[in-house]
């Protein structure tokens, strides 16, 4: 009988352990941003974003040129434009003066857009892979240091980047 009571408490005692670590949580963290950066991909990216804000500032900056020019033009004439004309031109000048604050805004507007357009793929592609490790190596929370919000990261929560990064074949 004694037998069969220790026999028991073996058994339970084991299935207890076997639980206990089915269900203990296994932490990683990574530096998205890091694993980012590192791509091969980030730095054509970063190209063609550099280029399409050059455009935009360029474009930005021919409108500025035209209003200096023509305000420059305006304040040496002005004394001798009729009230009519000089009414025209102050128009002209804030309408352009307008143009110029709108299509900043725009620019700005069409930077993000771009900026998203071309990021987000290379964002998605880094995501799987995290998900992949994740669920490969049973992980059960994935911490991303690169956004800002790990406080404290504590000795036996594994840096997953590398794991990562051989999964997308980055060095």
């Known amino acids: 009988m004694k037998r069969i009571y220790f026999l028991v408490v073996v058994l339970v005692a ?6 206990m ?11 998205s941003q ?17 280029a399409f804000e050059q455009d935009l500032y360029d474009q930005l900056e021919q409108l500025q040129v035209e209003y200096n020019k023509k305000l420059q033009d305006y304040t040496q004439k002005r004394e001798s434009l009729t009230p009519s004309v ?13 143009r110029a604050n709108e299509f900043q805004q725009a620019a700005q507007r069409d930077f993000q857009t771009q900026q998203g357009k071309l990021l987000q793929p290379l964002i998605d592609e880094v995501n799987a892979a995290i998900q992949k490790v994740g669920k490969e190596n049973g992980y059960t929370y994935v911490f991303d240091k690169g956004a ?3 406080l404290y990261v504590a000795p036996d929560s594994e840096d997953i980047l590398e794991k990562v990064q051989k999964e997308l074949k980055v060095k």
Do not use: C, V, W
């Open 34 to 50: 890091a694993l980012i950066t590192s791509m091969p991909k980030h730095d054509t990216i970063m190209k063609q974003l550099k």
């Open 148 to 150: 800002g919000f790990l």
């Open 86 to 98: 000089r009414e025209a031109k102050e128009k002209e000048l804030a309408e352009l003066g307008q």
């Open 21 to 31: 670590a089915q269900t203990t949580p296994k932490f990683a963290h990574i530096d």
């Open 14 to 19: 084991g299935m207890a352990t076997q639980l």
